[in-house]
């Protein structure tokens, strides 16, 4: 914890006998924070806080998230800017290095992430491993542990040299591991990278190519999967960026760290929910049945939620809600499907849930994952893939947070503490006296 944001201020907790001053911290933005680090050591009791719903577990420079003022900033930057004027590979730059890129440094960063996309020939026999039937989620959680074993000359991580090898090549790796799960899923022979296309192009051209005929990328379809990919690229500290820190911390090689990401992301709470979402959409099928669901999702008995609904920071709105809102009415009226019915019911649910009361005194709005299920769909991908292109585009927040986490000399295992409500000792009891 740099010392510059150490306040004057103090916070003062009092409890049986004891009365501790602790140090309070001012974030360049956001509330206050009560340094609690010796908290046990000075006054020997712990925190309870499951969830993490008050707690800080680091410091970071990457991402602020205003979630009253639904605002998200990547390094002071906009997301609905970075979404409009900005490309994935120039928000990969910024959030792995700080800055924007000057020309210069944005082709040498291209350049390098494309000369890395194509996975060591022996890979193809590790996805050959798995079962036809898979999930592509489960797919890539075990082909990006298994990088580890591909590419260990990136997995010493304290050599920034190795550590920004690794970078690149996760970052230019995870589109032809998404795309060769998904190719793989469908029995269709894998398809090479393309390094003459852009990013979001080339993954596009490695899911829907095939040998037997040319298969030409639709610009604006390139355009928005790549502001689907800016949408994702990172979030602060959710479940699965503290899973990566936490992963991390124990010293593990980024490639397993990062399958630990992609693990966590899968639940329907996290990533998931683009996947559940649009599934949600197609059950309720028309408008007349979205009361029945609202009334579902109401209902404490039932553990139905709105998929695509809420969010743990944002309760004003999700501002990539907003975008991907705008990119899914640009992308279906250039497919010539503007009247999807799907689009219809998700339009209609959105008014209805934000005028209902439940919604608005738990402050519930459209989360990301509301609208781009729509999009991919509308792109061509099977619902199972909408989560392995979240975890594509969410890989270069993982590992930007893992760098600025390795690069911190004060770095510590994770290794949170427990209220412990079990049985206290006792004596074990031979079998035949129990
Ligand atoms: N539908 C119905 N009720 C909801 C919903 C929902 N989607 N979300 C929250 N609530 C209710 C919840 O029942 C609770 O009510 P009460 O206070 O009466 O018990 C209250 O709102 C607060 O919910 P919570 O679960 O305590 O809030 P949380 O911050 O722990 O959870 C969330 C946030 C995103 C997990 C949750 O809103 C949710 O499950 N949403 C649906 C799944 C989803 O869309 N997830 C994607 C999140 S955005 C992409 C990402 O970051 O991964």
Redesign the pocket.
Known sequence: MPDTHRDAKTATLSFGDKTLELPMLTPTAGPDVIDIRKLYSQGGVFTYDP?F?STASCDSTITYIDGDKGELLHRGYPIDQLAEKSHFLEVCYLLLYGDLPTADQLEDFESRVTSHTMLHEQMQYFFRGFRRDAHPMATMVGVVGAMSAFYHDSTDIHDPWQREVATIRLIAKMPTIAAWAYKYHIGQPFIYPRNDLDYAANFLHMCFAVPAETYNVNPIIARAMDRIFTLHAD?EQ??STSTVRLASSSGANPFACIAAGIAC?WG????G?NQ??LEMLREIGSPNRIPEFIER??D?DDPF????????VYKNF?PRARVMKQSADEVLELLGIENNPTLQVAKELEAIALKDD?FVE?K?YP????YSGIILDAIGFPTSMFTPIFALARTVGWVSQWKEMIADPQLKIGRPRQLYVGATSRDYVDVENR
């Open positions: 969830g719903t979030h959710n479940a992301l329907p709470a996290h990533g929910a559940a979402c999702a109401k404490k939620r709105l998929m695509g609904f809420g969010h743990r999700d439940y738990k519930l989360n990301v994952d509301f």
